[in-house]
């Protein structure tokens, strides 16, 4: 039996990672919007972008404190964070669902995502990989770790130096490996079922690509950070 040891240094890393994750949340009083307004679709895209707008700059935040982060060529820094942002949105959202919020905001959420004009085909997938993270049950730490692995994808679109982004991954990838097999000794395979969902997540961008097509379609509007982000408009 291999003894597992998370060195000082990784120790290091993890809490600096955790603490970034935790410190940034969606300000509670646009959560508390989403139980108030009403119920059409068009007032439910309203606070659906206005979370996603807010989620987007909290991520900003997050990335800017992943060590190393800052170290890295400036237009790396905008691809990566252009490249992950759904996958980074859609693992939030997934959590949140899964256990953040009080019992009762989930259903109301759920029940906005469902009328806020995204069709059928795109809700299944969607809602199938928020279970298949809720059955993970994942400690904040691993949470946090594969949200800084997501965005410290190397092969995103435009990134120059990718070998720099990958000795940040990997150095991620080892902590979260090493904190698996402590959480979870007696399932061996925990940490590439957590791998796995970052597949999973990658087909997601593809989904939510159609997503943004079809609601431009319906000529709805984004805020400015979305499309910056997203390159719309
Ligand atoms: C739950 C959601 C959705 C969201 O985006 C909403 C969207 C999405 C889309 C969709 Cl529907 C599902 N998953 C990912 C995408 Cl990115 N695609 O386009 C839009 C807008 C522009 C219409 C953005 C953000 C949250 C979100 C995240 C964190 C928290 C949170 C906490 O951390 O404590 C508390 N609350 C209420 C949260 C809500």
């Given at each position: ?74 237009e ?24 953040k ?38 400690v ?11 965005i ?13 982004v ?14 698996c097999?402590l ?11 957590l ?11 593809h ?17 400015p ?9």
């Amino acid at each position: 039996k291999e003894k597992i040891e998370i060195t000082k240094e990784q120790q290091a890393l993890m809490k600096i990672i955790l603490d970034a994750y935790n410190r940034h949340q969606i300000p509670q009083d646009v959560a508390k919007k989403l139980l108030q307004d009403q119920y059409s679709a068009e007032e439910n895209f309203l606070l659906l972008t206005e979370m996603a707008t807010s989620q987007v700059q909290v991520l900003v935040e997050f990335t800017k404190n992943i060590p190393g982060f800052l170290s890295l060529d400036h237009e790396d820094q905008i691809a990566l964070l252009k490249g992950s942002a759904v996958e980074a949105m859609f693992l939030r959202s997934a959590q949140v669902f899964s256990r953040k919020m009080p019992k009762g905001h989930t259903e109301v959420l759920e029940a906005r995502i469902r009328k806020s004009g995204i069709s059928e085909e795109f809700m299944t997938p969607m809602f199938n990989f928020y279970k298949s993270i809720g059955e993970l049950h994942m400690v904040q730490e691993e949470q946090a770790l594969l949200t800084a692995i997501t965005i410290l994808t190397p092969d995103r679109p435009h990134v120059k130096d990718q070998h720099a982004v990958e000795r940040l991954q990997e150095s991620m990838l080892d902590v979260l490996r090493k904190l698996c097999a402590l959480q979870h000794p007696q399932e061996p395979q925990y940490f590439a079922r957590l791998l796995g969902r970052l597949t999973e997540l990658r087909t997601l961008n593809h989904y939510h690509t159609e997503m943004l097509t079809s609601w431009r379609m319906n000529d709805h509007k984004f805020t400015p950070l979305l499309c910056e982000i997203w390159d719309v408009q």
